[in-house]
C-alpha cells in the first residue's frame, strides 16, 4: 500500500471515530430544533423539516435558565479561582524540589483524583453538616470542586513549571530580583498558558459538576443549570425538544470558548530560553 | 592590590557529600581568575556559592570586604552569565538586558540609553528588538554577557560561557571576552573544564579536584612547576607521558620502566633505589642529534596535522611526542628522542607530589 493511500485510509478512520464520537452533539442540536412529531418519527429524521426557533426563548423562559447558569457561573469562578490561588503556589514547589516527601505527596495527590465524587459526597455531606457549611450551599459545593479538581490542577502545573529552566530564575535573582519577584515576573509569564489550560480545563468541569450540586444544594433559587437540567427531566418527560434546546443553551458557550482557546492550549512558550 | 573577592575555610556540604573542601582563596581586583578542573571538582559549585545561589556551610565569604555568607544573590551585586545564557524568552533583547535596571527602579529613558550603549559595544545594536529564539547561538552568548557588563557590577562569574559554541567561535570569543575584562577593568571569576581556555585567558588559574584546591598561580608556573601528578596531567596538551622509574645506585640516572629498560640522567641526584614517576611533556622531547643521548623506541604511529606532527611510541605506557615541524619520521622506524633534563619532572611514586630538585 502505497503511502498516500494510507494516509487517505488513516483519515477515513479518523473521520468515521470524530463522527461517532460527536453523533450525541449533533443529536442534541438536531432534537432542539425539531417540532413534537418530527422527534417520534420513524425511522427518524437526521435533519428538522422545520426547524421550530422559538423553542429556545420558551425555554429559556419557563426554566428560569438565566439563574440556573448564573449560579454555574459562580460555582465554577469560584472553583477555578481558589484552585489556581492554592494550586500554582503548590505546583511550584512540588516542581522544584525533589525529595522522598515529595514523590510521597504526589503519590496522595494522585490518589486523590482517582477517587470518584460519588463515592466522596456523602463524607463530605457529613462533614460539611456538622461544620454547617450547608448554610451557604454555594461555597459548599466550589469548596468540594476545588478540592476535586486540585490534584488535576496540580500536577498538570506542576509539568509546565519543570519545563521552565531553574536557570532563569537564578538568572533574575543574581540580576537583583528576590525569589518571590523571580517567581512572579519569570516564572509566571512563561508557565501562563499551562496554568491558563489547566483553568479552563477546570472551569468546564465544574461548569458542568453535577453529583455535589445536587446533594448539597437544597435551594433551587442556588442550584446551577446542571441540577436544573436533571429536575427537567422525570420518568415521563416526553419534551426532549425542550431539553435539548436546554443542553443546548448550557453547552454552546463552554464549546464556544474552547474553539476559541484550542490554539493557545497547543502553542507553547519557552522555546529560545536555553541554546 | 585589594582583594575583591576572599574565601577562607569555605565548606560546602550536599547532606553527608563533601563538595568543597577548606577552600582559601583570594581574587585581586582587576584580575581574571579561572577555576578549572574534571567535571564533579566543585568549581560550579564554589562559582554558584559566590553568586549566593548556593550557601556555604562553614568559612568565610568576603565581597568587596563584606562578609557576604548568607546575604542573598540580589545584594552581593555580581553579574553571572551561564552555561545555557539563561535569556528571559519572553522579553526582547534589550528587555533582557536592563532588566537589571528596572528592577533597581531606573528610569526608563536611562535604561534605554544604557541598552544602547551597550549594545554598541558587544555588536547588538541591530538586535535590540528581538526575542532570544530570533537569535543564533553566538548571538545569545553576546546577550548574555551584556545583561552582566550593562550593570557595572562588582564582579563577573562565568559559568562556561563558552561550551555552547562551535570551535571557531569558541576561540573568537576567549578573546573577545578577555578584551571586555581589561577594557571595564573589571574582576572575573571563569569556571571552565578546558584548560586551554583557562591558560590563555585567565591571570590566575585554580586547578580543583574532588573539592579541593589542588593548585593555584599564573598559568604558565601550574605549566612548569605543577605541584602534583594530577595538575601536571590536567594542565597542558597533549597530556603530559608519565613513566615509573627508580633511581639508579649512584642517584644520578633514572631507570625508566619500558618495555625494555631506558636511561636518562636525574635533573639532580636523588637517594638510591627511591621509586619515582618521570614527567615528560610530548613537547618537550625532540630527535636526538648526533650521539645524544635519550629514549629509544619504536614508532607505533605518526598523525600530522600540518603544523605539527603527534608522534606516539610503541611502548608501554604509551609516551606520545609533539615535533612543531614536518617530520620525517615512519611509522616502525625506530628513533631516538632527546630531552633536557630541567624539563623533567619528578613526582613521588606513591603520593604524587612533585619532588622537587634542588
Known sequence: ?275 | MTNQIELSGVNKYYGAYHALKNIDLAIPKGSFVALVGPSGCGKSTLLRSLAGLETISSGDLLIAGERMNGVPPRRRDLAMVFQSYALYPHMTVEENLTYSLKIKGVKKAERKKAADDVAAVTGLKDLLSRYPRELSGGQRQRVAMSRAIIRNPKAFLFDEPLSNLDAALRVHMRKEIRTLHDRLGATSVYVTHDQVEAMTMADHVVVMRQGIVEQHGAPLDLYDRPINRFVAGFIGSPAMNFIDAQSSADGRFLLLDLQSPQVLPAPASLPPDQRVVVGIRPEHLRPAAGGEEGLEFDVAAVESTGSASYVTAATSPEIVVVLNERSAIRRGERVRFAVDTRQIHLFDATTGQRLDVP
Open chain 1, 1 to 275: 500500500m502505497s503511502d498516500t493511500s494510507r494516509d487517505r485510509l488513516m483519515l477515513v478512520v479518523a473521520l468515521a471515530m470524530a463522527a461517532i464520537y460527536l453523533f450525541p452533539l449533533y443529536w442534541m442540536y438536531v432534537t432542539a430544533l425539531k417540532s413534537g412529531s418530527d422527534m417520534f418519527a420513524s425511522p427518524p429524521s437526521f435533519w428538522p423539516t422545520s426547524p421550530s426557533w422559538g423553542t429556545f426563548a420558551y425555554v429559556w423562559e419557563s426554566r428560569n435558565m438565566g439563574r440556573y447558569l448564573w449560579n454555574s457561573i459562580v460555582i465554577a469562578t469560584g472553583a477555578v479561582t481558589l484552585v489556581a490561588v492554592l494550586g500554582t503556589g503548590c505546583a511550584y514547589v512540588l516542581a522544584r524540589y525533589r525529595s522522598v516527601w515529595v514523590d510521597i505527596g504526589l503519590f496522595l495527590i494522585l490518589m486523590l483524583q482517582v477517587l470518584p465524587a460519588s463515592l466522596m459526597i456523602t463524607p463530605i455531606f457529613v462533614g460539611f453538616t456538622q461544620m454547617g457549611l450547608l448554610e451557604y450551599p454555594r461555597f459548599a459545593v466550589v469548596l468540594a470542586i476545588a478540592a476535586k479538581s486540585m490534584p488535576f490542577f496540580v500536577v498538570l502545573v506542576r509539568a509546565t513549571f519543570m519545563a521552565v529552566p531553574v536557570e532563569l530564575e537564578e538568572a533574575a535573582q543574581v540580576d537583583g530580583n528576590s525569589r518571590i519577584g523571580a517567581f512572579v515576573n519569570i516564572v509566571l509569564p512563561l508557565a501562563r498558558n499551562g496554568i491558563l489550560v489547566s483553568a479552563i480545563l477546570i472551569f468546564m468541569q465544574a461548569f458542568g459538576e453535577f453529583v455535589y450540586s445536587k446533594s448539597i444544594i437544597q435551594d433551587v433559587s442556588l442550584q446551577p443549570a446542571s441540577v436544573g437540567l436533571n429536575s427537567f427531566m422525570g420518568p415521563n418527560t416526553s419534551e426532549w425538544n425542550n431539553i435539548m434546546a436546554y443542553a443546548t443553551l448550557y453547552v454552546t458557550p463552554i464549546l464556544a470558548i474552547f474553539v476559541l482557546l484550542q490554539r493557545r492550549i497547543v502553542s507553547g512558550l519557552t522555546s529560545g530560553a536555553l541554546k
